[in-house]
């Protein structure tokens, strides 16, 4: 099997965050499940979710490290959080019970007191957050939770009349300690629950996990009379509806991570053509998908009369300009220093007759590597439910390939306004399951093969010694078995993204303590991504060895490695203290000059700039050369120093661009001229005395001098000119001075 296209695949790697499979909601490890299990279209469902929350005397009672309220609050905070970063869009209200006051459509004398509709349905914001933050506060009366609960359904199935909701849901926090036993029935509740498919779920104090999937109340001894029967009313109810508890701990432990809501996969279903005859349907799935958890940004002016408006100026050569004929603009792309025009009329216009995976042939597996596969994310391939011969067709297609080691290369369009990708589907059994995973492959034209010089050669060999020493530091690094039960650290599915984690809290803490300063990156997302103490301790050992086996010995500064220190530093702050020596010479650190060419009066210093700006180095190269030749034959008096400085310049600069062989084409010339002029004292004091000749390979790897060469370059025999050559070049040196 064999398969052409191959040759041109380009290297690159899949950003692989585990996403997409069947839908639950974000829920507690524990047992709460703060969102219905049923099955919803991506992006196309509202969610209402009712939080009661108590705000009674009795939530002042100690319960761990504060006080029931505040770690109430601080749940129903990150829940409004959640809500804004994941679900902008879904309808929450808030219902407060033990207030003093009493505001709800069913109350009457005697009857759901101290119950207040604090916040219609509606999409939340940071306002509401931060009036939760600054203006909920411990009240001095109780009330009834089931009250409440009524008060909620009511509230509930009212508000979210002529809005298109389909998920309900009702949270409850409360440590359920009133004085008085629930007045409403347990099993009216339940069934007017069920009826309204609400789901239910509760939040309190008093919870104790009995199972990795359960939890129960706590059977402790200084429990009120009252507060027993709310409990075994609650539990009643919970299990009558099939609704959830949660321990605080469990609720904070998982409100802290903000994770993107999860949808069902959705199946691309499509007939996958081999031949002008074979065609198994089939259906495919999002597997790893590119996380992306922040939305564009959006400008908004909140204190202007005048809506804020879009400008845009043309700058050149970093000054504002106009064109004389703007039609004669073009789109364009920065390549570096390079510009690369771009015009979207010479896009190819694809024309497709629809969605297809059409295969075009296999290839061994060998030659599919991981480098090769590009796109945003990967797919399962599956034969389609319920096509009968089709799923025979698609497991025969699996098994040949795997009995093969071959892969498939296809073709496939999305639909008819997609254009077509290369895609390499890999025969994969999970599970005694059957199915292709597929992943895209690149077209020949975003191919960049990259050649490097090996860094192996007869001085830098390891020694077997070596080889193992840095073999057992990869199998003490090992992390497949690095946690502390056994498994693998840092699982793709089990490890979040902590640069989101960090966004997320740091947006909120703009948006409520708009004055203060910005947070760090807490202890426990650093946490996520620290070293393993068995990666740690197993290491350490293993990274002593290779210390001992691989020994550095200083070298010692020479008076060019200052030079070069002072060359090729970045440019530094100007107030910072800088090192003094006399033997180096100074390099002007330009901040505020606007360098644009390479000129006489301070050669090196320009050169260097406009290197670390980024210019193209064959056009700065070519200056200095011209600036070098000028200081050198044209100069009535030989600037020594400054010559000195712009060849040592250029020839750090050709090894520091991987461009060894443009100075040593230059520097050839340069001594042929240089013996045509009869200039053999300049090439001895400074050439040969500076050690400025030719790079050999023992300086950088990309020049082809040996050391040999480079040593007899630096010899010259003045007497092989010609008298013909000499009269030459009088006469070129009368035209220069004739030009000056």
């Keep these: 099997f064999f398969f052409f296209f191959f040759f041109f695949l380009f ?7 585990k996403e997409i499979h069947p839908a639950f909601s974000w829920s507690f490890r524990k047992g709460i499940q703060l969102r219905s299990c049923r099955t919803i279209m991506a992006g196309s469902a509202k969610e209402a979710t009712v939080i009661i929350f108590d705000c009674g005397a009795s939530t002042r009672m100690q319960c761990g ?5 505040s770690i109430a609050k601080s749940c129903l905070s990150k829940i409004i959080q959640r809500k804004i970063f994941t679900c902008p869009a879904d309808h929450v209200g808030i219902i407060l019970m033990g207030t003093d006051a009493t505001k709800n459509d069913l109350a009457t004398q005697g009857e759901y007191e101290n119950i207040t509709k604090a916040m219609n349905l509606m999409p939340t914001t940071w306002e509401v957050l931060e009036l939760i933050e600054k203006h909920l506060k411990i009240e001095n009366v109780d009330a009834d939770w089931s009250e409440a609960l009524e008060v909620a359904l009511d509230f509930l199935e009212k508000q979210s009349e002529g809005k298109k909701l389909r998920d309900y849901q009702i949270i409850l926090i409360s440590p359920l300690s009133a004085e008085h036993e629930p007045k409403r029935d347990v099993e009216e509740l339940a069934e007017k629950l069920r009826c309204s498919d609400i789901n239910l779920s509760v939040i309190s104090h ?27 009313a609650i539990e009643k109810l919970i299990n009558a509806v099939e609704g959830c508890f949660c321990t605080f701990n469990n609720a904070l432990a998982q409100l802290n991570y903000i994770t993107q809501k999860k949808t069902r996969a959705m199946p691309w279903n499509c007939d996958l053509t081999i031949g002008t005859k074979v065609k198994i349907p089939i259906s495919a799935y999002v597997y790893t998908k590119q996380q992306t958890y922040l939305k564009a940004w ?33 789109n364009a792309y920065m390549y570096g220093s390079t510009v690369v025009p771009y015009d ?24 599919v590597r991981e480098k090769y596969f590009t796109g945003t994310g990967s797919y399962v391939v599956l034969p389609q439910r319920g096509s009968g011969v089709g799923e025979k067709m698609f497991t025969a297609l ?52 990259f050649h490097f010089d090996s860094f192996t050669d ?45 966004t997320y809290r740091t947006l909120a803490a703009r948006a409520l303590y708009p004055t203060q300063p910005l947070p760090t990156l807490s202890e426990d997302l650093k946490e996520q991504v620290s070293v393993p103490p068995k990666i740690r301790q197993q290491a350490a050992a293993a990274a002593e060895c290779v210390r001992n086996v691989f020994t550095l010995t200083p070298k010692p500064q020479t008076r060019k490695d200052k030079w070069i220190k002072k060359l090729f530093k970045p440019v530094a702050d100007p107030e910072a203290e800088d090192e003094a020596d006399d033997e180096v010479p100074s390099v002007l650190n330009v901040v505020d000059v606007d360098i644009v060419d390479v000129g006489t009066v301070t050669p090196a210093e320009d050169f260097v700039f406009l290197l670390h700006r980024g210019e193209k180095f064959s056009n700065i190269a070519t200056q200095i050369q011209n600036v070098i030749s000028s200081l050198v034959f044209n100069a009535t008096t030989l600037q020594r120093e400054k010559v000195i400085k712009g060849i040592f310049a250029f020839r750090q600069g050709a090894m520091h661009m991987d461009t060894a062989y443009s100075y040593n084409t230059w520097i050839t010339h340069f001594k042929e001229r240089l013996v045509e002029r009869k200039k053999g004292d300049f090439w001895d004091d ?49 035209d220069l001075f004739d030009d000056m």
Aim: with cysteine.
């Design 11 to 17: 290297p690159a790697c899949i950003s692989q965050q």
């Design 65 to 69: 490290d504060g006080t029931f309220f």
């Design 206 to 232: 008093n919870l104790v996990s009995i199972s990795e999937d359960s939890v129960a109340f706590s059977q402790t001894v200084d429990k009120t009379a009252a507060q027993k029967v709310h409990e075994e």
């Design 298 to 330: 959006k400008t908004v002016a909140e204190y202007t009369e005048e809506p804020a408006r879009t400008t845009y100026k043309l700058f050149k050569g970093g000054e504002e300009f106009t064109p004389d004929d703007p039609s004669e603009l073009i």
């Design 344 to 367: 979207k009329e010479l896009d190819v216009d694809f024309k497709t007759d629809g969605k297809c995976l059409k295969c075009w042939g296999f290839t061994l597996n060998k030659y």
């Design 398 to 449: 699996v098994i040949a390939m795997r009995n093969q080691g071959v892969t498939m290369i296809a073709r496939r369009v999305y639909n008819v306004l997609s254009r077509p990708k290369i895609m390499a589907l890999v025969p994969t059994e999970k599970d005694n399951v059957n199915f292709l995973a597929m992943v895209e492959l690149p077209f020949g034209d975003g191919i960049v093969d």
């Design 458 to 502: 007869k001085k830098t060999e390891p020694s077997a010694e070596q080889y193992e020493a840095v073999d057992k530091l990869i199998d003490a690094m090992d992390l497949m078995t690095a946690s502390d039960d056994g498994m693998e650290a840092f699982a793709t599915r089990n490890t979040l993204n902590i640069a989101a984690q960090h």
């Design 686 to 734: 400074v050439i040969v005395k500076e050690a400025l000749g030719l790079i050999s390979v023992t300086e950088h790897s990309g020049s082809a001098v040996t050391e040999e060469e480079a040593k007899e370059f630096y010899k010259i025999n003045l007497d092989a000119v010609t008298p013909m050559d000499v009269a030459s070049t009088s006469g070129n040196v009368d």
